[in-house]
């Protein structure tokens, strides 16, 4: 059976953030699927103005962390800080959590794991702007292209987004392989 990936994103997404990573895991064989808080399409921010729409595969209230092996959550300022507000795009980033499946941010997208209260004690990285915060979560901040602690993954901007792809991809893999005895 093909893993799916779900991602989370709303307007104002940061474009390569999202198109990248799926691009990258479809490309690697996996299932991904886009759900927002609202349904039909939601466009992304391009660098300095606003970009490409994409489809939304579903919506929050349609969508379960049991029925997918990984969240991804793009960046950008505006998608984050959005979402951070949205009590159930918070709780299906903990549900992920709890159930130690991964949980991928990249650029501003760590605001959602400081909101899910999943920064505390975690080696992290983010945007420049955002290392603050994590900080004051708690985390663990450090200045590298992919940070993997656990089950979080964490990058910084959308330079990174072949090493994030890949620590999500490698993250997958190995949640799918047999337990070594």
């Not at 104002?12 to 990258?24: K, N, Y």
């Not at 595969?57 to 029925?67: C, K, N, P, R």
């Not at 955002?130 to 990058?155: C, F, H, Y």
């Amino acid at each position: 059976m093909t893993q799916r990936v779900l991602i989370l994103a709303t307007d104002g997404f940061e474009q390569s953030e999202l198109t990248g990573p799926r691009d990258r895991l479809q490309q690697a064989g996996f299932e991904v699927i886009v759900a927002s808080p609202e349904s039909g399409k939601i466009k992304g921010w391009d660098k300095d103005d606003w970009g490409d729409t994409v489809d939304v595969d579903l919506t929050l209230d349609e969508v379960s962390a049991h029925d997918y092996s990984a969240i991804v959550l793009p960046g950008g300022q505006i998608n984050p800080d959005v979402l951070r507000l949205e009590d159930k795009a918070i709780d299906l980033i903990r549900q992920f959590d709890k159930a130690g499946k991964p949980v991928a941010a990249i650029c501003h997208a760590p605001w959602l794991l400081i909101e899910a209260g999943l920064a505390k004690g975690k080696k992290m990285t983010s945007w420049p702007s955002v290392r603050g915060d994590l900080a004051n979560a708690g985390a663990d901040v450090v200045d590298q292209e992919v940070v993997v602690d656990g089950n979080i993954i964490t990058s910084r901007k959308p330079d990174d987004i072949p090493a994030f792809s890949q620590a999500v991809i490698k993250a997958m893999q190995d949640a799918k392989a047999p337990a070594a005895v």
